[in-house]
């Protein structure tokens, strides 16, 4: 279940201030899409994003979610049927994760058990051992593990529309990438609609849908998919945004499952070297992959030297990113090796393939020069 959110000419002025911090900002949200604001510090991001579930109101413009007025509607009505999570969880210090998560349920009249299930089912969802966690207080927790069981209270109420204001910004860089890869797992299965707030534009690339990039103001100053964003920033200052390396962040965008395998000469790791030699003639190449009796790759030999082999290090697989596969080729030299399920080999990415892809993408997303 998800709404459209439409945006409708939304101003926010706030008392004593001459300037508005959100001034005029149409824009639709489809349903079931993760879209991603991001913009500089100050910009309007967090107070456009209040005001879809009227925790700050909205001094004129309209804005719907499913069609529904929110203006029509009780605003704790409204925000019970949003999920909305905060950086640093914002749980309540004095409740154990259980009532923290089971807050909007309870609130909605859902019956004790009924809760208590919704809850370890949320914990279960966002990996947390409900029999370990559930009683725990917040500051029994990590920053990471808050972060997750914010998420589950966004959740647990089963709302269509999720709002995540920076939910990831208090946790060092490797646990963020995990709570992202959550978040994308978990839409995958609930496709609902989110709005997420994020400085961080490598961020955006990652979780978006689309991205809108704001300027000051909330000024929408691109609102595309991010290979369009990556591929052909609106002006300099999306550009600036973008930053240094748009080529490499396209590659985060595209799966190795995407792109056409090459194949290598292969052979049975206990091959003989004339074996081996002569199929390395029949193909003109000079190296070959051998494989272990499960298909699985094992090593490389050349040509001149069969006996002597080079161990296969960086492995990638379909589901890896073709940044991945750059990062094998570079430290493998070569090719970047891909395997399949069962650690089966299934193919190569060679360096051409991937300077194929961030070409391809130019071209898709070209548009007039900005
Ligand atoms: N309660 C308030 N009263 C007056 N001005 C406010 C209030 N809240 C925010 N502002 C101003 O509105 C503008 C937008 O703030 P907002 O928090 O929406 O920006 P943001 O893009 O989310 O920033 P950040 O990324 O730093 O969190 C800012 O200039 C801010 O100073």
């Known amino acids: 279940m998800a709404s459209d959110i439409e945006l409708v000419d939304v101003t926010k002025r706030y008392g004593g201030t001459k300037r508005a911090a959100v001034d005029s900002v149409s824009m639709t949200i489809p349903a079931g899409e993760i879209v991603v604001f991001v913009g500089p510090s100050g910009c309007g991001k967090t107070t456009t994003m209040r005001m879809i579930n009227r925790l700050i109101e909205p001094t004129s413009g309209k804005i719907t979610i499913d069609g529904a007025d929110t203006r029509s509607l009780d605003p704790d009505e409204l925000r019970r049927g949003i999920g909305y999570a905060i950086q640093q969880a914002g749980l309540f210090p004095h409740m154990t994760v259980a009532q923290n998560v089971g807050t909007v349920p309870g609130l909605l009249g859902w019956s004790k058990t009924k809760v208590r299930d919704r809850v370890d089912e949320m914990l279960d969802l966002v990996g947390l051992d409900p029999a370990d966690y559930r009683d725990r207080f917040p500051r029994q927790l990590s920053g990471g593990q808050q972060q997750r069981v914010g998420v589950a209270r966004a959740l647990a109420a089963d709302p269509p529309v999720l709002l995540m204001d920076e939910p990831f910004g208090a946790v060092d860089p490797i646990t963020r990438g995990n709570l992202q890869d959550q978040l994308l797992r978990l839409q995958s299965e609930l496709g609902k609609t989110i709005v997420f707030v994020t400085h961080d534009f490598d961020e955006a690339v990652k979780l978006g849908d689309r991205i809108a990039v704001l300027g000051e103001q909330s000024r929408i100053l691109q609102y595309d998919t991010p290979e369009a964003v990556l591929a052909n920033p609106a002006d300099d200052t999306v550009a600036g945004f973008v930053g240094a390396g748009a080529s490499l962040k396209q590659l985060t965008l595209r799966r190795v499952r995407e792109v056409e395998l090459g194949s290598a000469v292969t052979a ?22 051998l494989l272990d009796g499960r298909n699985r790759p094992v090593s490389w030999v050349h040509a001149r030297n069969p006996r002597s082999r080079k161990p296969v290090g960086d492995l990638v697989s379909l589901q890896s990113t073709l940044q991945d596969a750059l990062e094998a080729i570079l430290t493998e030299g070569g090719a970047a090796v891909v395997t399949g399920k069962r650690g089966e080999y299934v193919g190569l990415v060679e360096i051409d393939t991937v300077m194929g892809a961030v070409q391809q993408a130019r071209d898709d997303h070209a548009g007039a020069p900005a």
């Open 268 to 289: 049975p790791q206990d091959a003989d070297a004339t074996e081996i030699r002569r199929k390395l003639d029949e193909a003109g190449r000079e190296f070959a992959l």
